[in-house]
């Protein structure tokens, strides 16, 4: 029985309670809250429903709790069940019940732990989003890990997913890029606003060397050729990057074809139209503040350019035209300001607007001997993602980008995370899976398919614990998808891999049989409930795009 069956069982069994009283059993919530105590000695789930609908039905916290517990008490599965505190109902299963888990775990296999959650609904997941003037820098490829972890996630409960790259390809950084490749061509100083590095002199190189004459082009001619060719070895480098990073997108959305396309300027209309943009000193603004912004923003400037928030616009309704019912943008620190103007802009259009969430990301800087390493793309200075991966590698770049609130920053400590030791937590998940690889090809020789394991055997507190901890996953990945926080996932198998390093450790809990020993029901259960841990590691680690090894 997992969470969700107890759940389920529990509030049917409190629609029984209450209509059998008289009582109305329409108070009772859609999803009954099942947790796991913090002292085991409590039980092994406890909730607090009573407590939640008591005062709505006419009658006492700790009474209806009595009548659930007595209902409770009678059926399958439960081996007791206690009121606590004011109404608190804490529940112990029996072990066969519990132990049932594993079977299930076994049973579903890469699938355990997926949902239903989000079946029929088409998001458009949109991140990193990187301009392609130069590597991806820290801050990218923490979204990198991020976006493509959640979009892993969000499909585990059942969305339809598009993983969207926005191409930024037009406007002044372009221009400064192309001018400061020009400036390398000519072996002039970089511009005072342009970019520094030795990526630019390679893809500088690269040019002249293509086109030996591009040198003595017309101005305009010169720099359109350096600004098209630089953008597209740019951006297939980083696109290159990504792909060895474990990210990839199923479209590139090219920002330039919002205004070739004509897609700016209808949606602009469509809004004069509406009367939701308003003329002012030359230019147009829209109202936004009308619909929850802090201020009014410019979508066409007085000299008749579009502003870049127009661009923005356009680009949500194309997402919209395309059918999706969810646009994620997810944006660096500095982009607080795009959760209110695009929200407004979905609503000054007639749409919701929650069909629009934004997602902002903090900092992240690397430490090296204790010092952080400043990033700065301009001066050439900046550390990008090849940098951390030479550094620490995929698997734990992934991890440490992930296993944090994208609410908060990250400090990674290269000491840590290079140790082959429990101090790092990727190290230590990912331990674990291989050391139940290494039990489950040990068993091999044991004969172990001829002996029917006994679930309810497991009834040992630990086995206890670390079946409940796998119970949760399921839990775990609904609420990640829901709170869009993959960060939740990594937690959880480290709390999986700390519940399972001590159960493999401790010799009441052999799972192989000593010497000659003939193998029994009860290792069999035992090796049934490692290769359930195996394969929930496994999966969990899959979720965050991070490998789980068989042997380290």
Same mark, same amino acid.
């Given at each position: 029985m997992t969470p969700a069956d107890l759940a389920d069982l529990l509030r049917a069994t409190a629609a029984k309670v209450l209509v059998d009283r008289g009582l109305d059993s329409s108070v009772l919530p859609e #999803?009954?809250?099942?947790e796991r105590p913090r002292n085991p000695e409590h039980g092994d789930y406890a909730?607090?429903? $009573?407590? #939640?609908?008591?005062?709505?039905? %006419?009658?006492?916290?700790? @009474?209806? +709790?009595g009548w659930l517990a007595e209902a409770l008490a009678a059926t399958d599965g439960i081996d007791a069940a206690d009121v606590a505190g004011p109404g608190f109902l804490n529940i112990r299963l029996a072990a066969s019940a519990q132990g049932a888990i594993v079977a299930q775990i076994l049973a579903a296999a890469q699938s355990y732990g997926t949902g239903s959650t989000l079946t029929g609904t088409k998001i458009n997941l949109e991140f990193v989003s990187a301009n392609p003037t130069g590597p991806v820098h820290l801050g990218g490829t923490r979204w990198a890990a991020v976006g493509d972890a959640l979009g892993r996630i969000l499909a585990a409960e059942g969305a339809e997913v598009t993983r969207e790259y926005y191409f930024n390809d037009n406007g002044a950084q372009i221009d400064r890029f192309a001018n400061s490749l020009v400036a390398a061509a000519l072996g002039e100083p970089t511009p005072a606003d342009g970019y520094a590095g030795e990526y630019i002199k390679e893809i500088s190189a690269s040019i002249v060397a293509a086109h030996p004459d591009v040198l003595s082009l017309p101005e305009q001619q010169r720099h359109e050729l350096f600004r098209r060719e630089g953008v597209e070895q740019m951006f297939a480098q980083i696109k290159q990057d990504l792909h060895d990073f474990g990210t990839d997108f199923d479209v590139y959305f090219n920002e330039s074809s919002l205004f070739a396309s004509g897609a700016v300027e209808q949606a602009v209309e469509q809004l004069k139209n509406s009367g939701n943009l308003y003329e002012k000193d030359g230019a147009w603004w829209i109202a936004s503040t009308e619909f929850g912004d802090d201020k009014d923003r410019v979508v066409l400037k007085s000299d008749g350019? +579009? &502003?870049?928030?127009?661009g923005d616009i356009a680009y949500f309704q194309n997402k919209r035209s395309r059918g999706f019912d969810l646009a994620i943008y997810m944006l660096g620190a500095d982009h607080h300001g795009y959760i209110g103007r695009l929200k407004a802009a979905a609503a000054a259009f007639g749409d919701n607007p929650d069909t629009v969430e934004v997602l902002i %990301? #903090? !900092? =992240?800087?690397? =430490?090296?001997?204790?010092? +952080? /390493?400043?990033?700065?793309?301009?001066?050439?200075? /900046? =550390?990008?993602?090849?940098d951390l991966v030479e550094a620490i590698g995929v698997d734990a770049s992934r991890y440490v980008l992930v296993r944090s609130s994208v609410n908060s920053s990250i400090d990674i400590d290269l000491d840590l995370w290079t140790k082959a030791s429990s101090e790092n937590p990727v190290y230590y998940v990912q331990y674990a899976h291989a050391r139940t690889c290494r039990i489950i090809d040990n068993a091999k020789a044991f004969g172990f398919d001829a002996v029917a394991p006994d679930f309810a055997l497991l009834n040992s507190d630990r086995e206890g614990d670390l079946i409940r901890t796998?119970?949760?996953?399921?839990? /775990?990945? $609904?609420? $990640?998808?829901?709170?869009? @926080?993959?960060h939740r996932i990594a937690r959880y198998l480290e709390e999986l891999a700390g519940v399972y390093h001590p159960?493999?450790?401790?010799?009441? !809990?052999?799972?192989?049989?000593?010497?000659?020993?003939?193998?029994?029901?009860?290792? $069999? &259960?035992?090796? @049934?409930?490692?290769?359930a841990t195996r394969q929930v590691l496994a999966n969990g680690l899959g979720l965050l795009g991070v490998s789980a090894p068989e042997r380290m």
């Open positions: #999803q009954v809250t099942v909730t607090n429903v $009573a407590m #939640q609908v008591a005062k709505r039905v %006419g009658t006492n916290p700790r @009474e209806l +709790a350019n +579009a &502003a870049y928030i127009a %990301g #903090q !900092m =992240v800087n690397l =430490v090296r001997d204790g010092k +952080a /390493v400043k990033m700065s793309k301009r001066a050439g200075t /900046v =550390v990008t993602l090849n796998l119970g949760d996953f399921p839990r /775990v990945v $609904a609420t $990640a998808a829901d709170t869009r @926080e993959p159960f493999q450790s401790d010799d009441d !809990m052999r799972v192989l049989p000593k010497g000659d020993d003939a193998v029994t029901p009860l290792n $069999a &259960a035992r090796l @049934e409930l490692v290769r």
